[in-house]
């Protein structure tokens, strides 16, 4: 994948889990003159891995990993640690791509976009989904209306925690803590994104927010969720999501049901069918088995080319805002067990 960007750029990633790791790697393959540093707040790399990886500086001090002054960093940390490192590397004009979600939730997040929009600093959310080539061909179907009017929407996420990441145990997984923004709602929390990148707006939920397993972790594992979008196409459309960390057999999928047909897309699988009625059958009209690593680099080259042309990136912080949003009202109708209006 060539995107126009000069070979030497100084990117910077701050964390060094699992998707750090993939950020490196893909940066790596992509610019191989780039120069590469990682910010870690424990101890810094070896340097064995930074040999191994090309990696050039391992910095354990923000205020030093800013004086080095890269051109792009991107967030791979938990998501209760973006927002400070996040205002820090803004307010010396440092561009950003956060990955999802954007905070643990939606407090702070305005002085962050001030001060991106004061220092001329982009920023971009990472919910790479929507680079996803199965997931844009749905997108287009749906906005193209071949199954007619919209009636309803139904989405699905699940896989079990304790298999999810076979290296590592669960309960030190960022999903398994709530200090460290785990839970359903905050790690499946693409689902809400590219709901809200469907069907443009989420005014209202009504949930159950709760742990079923008898897992080691102090966070919900299970959401189940029914959403108003409004307006689309004029009107009201109705939906449901259900998300957790317990199904045995992966899925992630989305149907949408309308006036001719029902349309289905599959992640897993990087296919999209559509229901023939008078033929009674699924057809598929799009199958591409999916390479998540290319949705990532696809989200990098278009992060540095909105950098480059000074454009709106997409989803930004206004974006992720919303999802934050969404997930309040989730919470807070769990709690009270009425509809809540996302605010």
């Known amino acids: 994948m060539e995107t126009a960007i000069d070979q030497?750029?100084?990117?910077?990633?701050?964390?060094?889990?699992?998707?750090?790791?993939?950020?490196?790697?893909?940066?790596?393959?992509?610019?191989?003159?780039?120069?590469?540093?990682?910010?870690?707040?424990?101890?810094?790399?070896?340097?064995?891995?930074?040999?191994?990886?090309?990696?050039?500086?391992?910095?354990?001090?923000?205020?030093?990993?800013?004086?080095?002054?890269?051109?792009?960093?991107?967030l791979a940390s938990p998501a209760t640690q973006h927002l400070d490192t996040a205002i820090s590397l803004a307010e010396h004009g440092i561009h950003l791509l956060i990955e999802k979600p954007l905070a643990a939730d939606c407090s702070g997040i305005d002085t962050l976009m001030d001060t991106c929009h004061k220092r001329k600093v982009q920023l971009m959310v990472g919910y790479n989904l929507r680079f996803l080539p199965s997931l844009q061909k749905f997108r287009m179907l749906l906005h193209e209306k071949v199954v007619g009017e919209i009636f309803s929407v139904r989405a699905e996420v699940g896989q079990n925690l304790e298999s999810w990441r076979p290296e590592q145990d669960y309960r030190d997984s960022?999903?398994?803590q709530q200090s460290l923004g785990g839970g359903v709602l905050l790690e499946l929390s693409h689902e809400i994104d590219y709901l809200l990148w469907l069907f443009q707006s989420i005014t209202a939920v009504s949930s159950i927010v709760v742990k079923v397993s008898e897992m080691e972790i102090d966070v919900e594992d299970s959401a189940h969720v029914i959403l108003k979008f409004e307006p689309f196409d004029n009107k009201k459309v109705y939906g449901t999501l259900s998300m957790d960390f317990v199904r045995l057999d992966p899925v992630r999928s989305c149907v949408v049901v309308g006036e001719t047909g029902s349309l289905r897309w599959d992640c897993l699988k990087g296919t999209v069918e559509q229901f023939d009625h008078g033929e009674k059958r699924w057809d598929v009209v799009?199958?591409?088995?999916?390479?998540?690593?290319?949705?990532?680099?696809?989200?990098?080259?278009f992060c540095i080319d909105c950098i480059q042309r000074k454009t709106k990136p997409l989803p930004g912080g206004e974006e992720g805002y919303r999802v934050l949003a969404v997930i309040d009202a989730i919470r807070q109708s769990s709690t009270t067990q009425c509809w809540c209006s996302v605010l």
Do not use: C, W
């Open 174 to 176: 960022v999903s398994a």
């Open 8 to 74: 030497d750029k100084h990117f910077l990633v701050v964390g060094y889990g699992s998707i750090g790791q993939r950020h490196v790697k893909n940066i790596r393959e992509m610019f191989p003159n780039a120069l590469i540093s990682i910010l870690r707040h424990k101890n810094s790399l070896s340097k064995e891995v930074m040999l191994e990886t090309g990696i050039a500086n391992s910095f354990v001090s923000l205020q030093a990993a800013i004086e080095s002054k890269p051109f792009l960093a991107i």
């Open 286 to 301: 799009y199958a591409v088995p999916e390479v998540v690593s290319d949705s990532y680099k696809s989200e990098l080259s």
